[in-house]
Nanobody, 120 residues
Framework: QVQLVESGGGLVQPGGSLRLSCAAS????????MGWYRQAPGKQRELVAV???????NYADSVKGRFTVSRDNAKNTVYLQMNSLKPEDTAVFYC??????????????WGQGTQVTVSS
């Protein structure tokens, strides 16, 4: 099995910063793309940022210039550095991984989510 566990969410004032982490564990052969999605109350889940195993990144327009996604392939971990946070960034953030696992083949896995609240 494969598990993704997020950490680093919390309450922050507008203009502040947070860093999210997501560690993958289990019978992992290789992790392809890893990324972050978010879901605000009453809205659909949306892409925030993704990064390939080679380091190519893609961001939602709403976070470009403020968020940075990175990964440590040796630790099977992806990070999301969030700066200049706005109240509209408030959401549950989910980690996502495109994983090739021993005995299971290729699949998409999700973390349990971590709450980010931006408020004064």
């Amino acid at each position: 099995q494969v598990q993704l566990v997020e950490s680093g969410g919390g309450l922050v004032q507008p203009g502040g910063s947070l860093r999210l982490s997501c560690a993958a564990s289990g019978s992992i052969f290789r992790i392809l793309t890893m990324g972050w999605y978010r879901q605000a109350p009453g809205k659909q889940r949306e892409l925030v940022a993704v990064i390939t195993s080679g380091g190519t990144t893609n961001y939602a327009d709403s976070v470009k210039g403020r968020f940075t996604v990175s990964r440590d392939n040796a630790k099977n971990t992806v990070y999301l550095q969030m700066n200049s946070l706005k109240p509209e960034d408030t959401a549950v953030f989910y980690c996502n991984g495109d994983v090739i696992a021993y005995g299971l083949g290729r699949g998409t896995y999700w973390g349990q989510g971590t709450q980010v609240t931006v408020s004064s």
